[in-house]
């Protein structure tokens, strides 16, 4: 096949994006769209997983359509993919339950079984995991069995979400590395399915798919794919990358001591490393890499995007249907109301914690938090103290990361929280680290179509493809004053949650 496109698909957590473009950069189409979380009370997060495939399927044939390009040019399709949400399969390849989302914190429980029966330092020397946490999906595969018996005993394979698009284009069974670092059920230094994990869960391993490094083809898409995509029988389905990864990729971090920082529903950075770092003192994530040898350690919170888009959809009415008038993007109308509001919100500190906090507190109890209201307040106060809050939980994990002698230049900044100068300045201000933005606003999807020339032979390694493809944007300079009055706010920050966390 002699096609030079290459399409990425980025399915996070609330949509999925696709970008299609050529090995040169030309050419570049991108399509969005959204679906909906199905919250059933306060710790139950589902999503039919049809939902992904069809998704994606009405994403790869808009790309098709709005580009104009013929689908015999297009050499190769690979993931972004969002981590831990489990899907499960019957013998026929049908999903025989709601896919359970990676915010569901369901499986505490079972969590507190599994470190009791392995001890943190065990599993952290396996899995890079310094916590056990409901967020994991071994926690959700023994709460199966315990709680869906009927369904455990008629599984044939549990899936993530990456693994299930590979599967619906191929009719193949295929993992890669850095996606399934994070199941609790796999070796990151050798590599393969915990033996002893799969047995506490009463599980096989022939019930997992096989796992493979990033970039490499499993196969073709298969001709029940191409007549619901559009695609051609001789577009390569290439193994792509956990999301943060395909980000750091996508941004060009690739190299010891590089970092990227994604505000988008979650918080994560992504820190390159050439080894494995397990360390509990750091109680940091520390999982494989889409780059092939190399680790990343992974700071994050569940809560950051999120917390700006609860804001939006129950106070800020008034300003989506400025924004359906209009044809202004929403957010763009919200964070303009901040303008005027002065650093530290008048005293207004949030905790934005909705679902749990992540590193460095791993915290699932603690809950959203506003301290400090007073009656002259509006809604620009409330939406400032939130973006403010993310930039403390990244300072939070920075200050983590220094404490260790993990030294950072520059921070790259990803996700949809990166398109706004304001936030990217406040979290300059806050770590005194320059933050740059990349040219492309979807750098995992960048990161897919990457991996996607790398495991086609259209590059011949990952560094050629960051080479062509990969432009930077705009460079955020911290200011010292600024940095001195943030330190107030942070710490109040830090003050509020040792405050509260036992409160929960």
Known sequence: MEGNFLIGLDAGTTSIKGLLIDTE??????????????????????????????????????????????????????????????????????????AIVWLDNRSVSEAKEIEYKFGKPAILDKTGQPEVLPLWPATKILWLQKNEPEIFRKIHKYLLVEDFLIYKLTGEYAAEESLVSSTLCFDIKKKVWWDKMLDFLHITSDRLPAVFPSGLKIG????????????????????????????????????????????????????????????????????????NGKYFLLPYGQTAGMALKWFRDVFCHEEIGEAEKTGKNVYDIITGMVCDIPAGSEGLIALPHLMGA?????????????????????????????MEAIACMVNRNIE????????????????????????????????????????????ACMGAVILAGVGSGLFSNVEEGCQKLIRLKKKYLPNPVMFDEYQKVYRKYTSLYDHLKNYW
């Open 400 to 443: 983590s990361l220094l404490n260790h002698q993990i030294q950072m230049k520059e921070i790259r900044a990803l996700g949809g929280g990166a398109a706004s100068d304001l936030w990217n300045q406040i979290k300059a201000d806050m770590t005194g680290i320059p933050y740059v933005t990349v040219q492309s606003s979807e750098a």
């Open 25 to 98: 950069g030309n050419s570049e189409t991108i399509i969005q769209k959204e679906y909906s979380l199905e919250y059933k009370g306060g710790d139950r997060v589902e999503l039919h997983p049809d939902e992904y495939w069809q998704t994606s399927q009405w994403i790869i044939n808009q790309l098709i359509v709005r580009s104009g390009i013929n689908p015999d040019k297009i050499r190769a399709i690979s993931f972004s993919s969002q981590g831990e949400t489990l899907i499960v399969l019957d013998k026929n390849g049908t999903p025989l339950r709601k």
């Open 358 to 386: 992540g590193s460095p507190e791993f915290d699932v109890n603690v809950k959203g938090v506003f301290a400090g209201i007073t009656p002259n307040m509006n809604k620009g106060h409330f939406i400032r103290a939130i």
């Open 220 to 291: 073709k898409v298969s001709p029940e794919a191409v007549l619901s995509t559009g695609l051609s029988t001789e577009t390569l389905v290439i193994t792509g990358a956990y999301d943060h990864a395909a980000g750091a990729i996508g941004a060009g971090n690739i190299a010891e001591g590089m970092v990227t920082e994604t505000t988008g529903t979650a918080m994560a950075m992504c820190v390159t490393s050439d080894h494995p770092v397990i360390d509990l003192k750091l109680n940091l994530p520390c999982q494989c890499h889409a780059i």
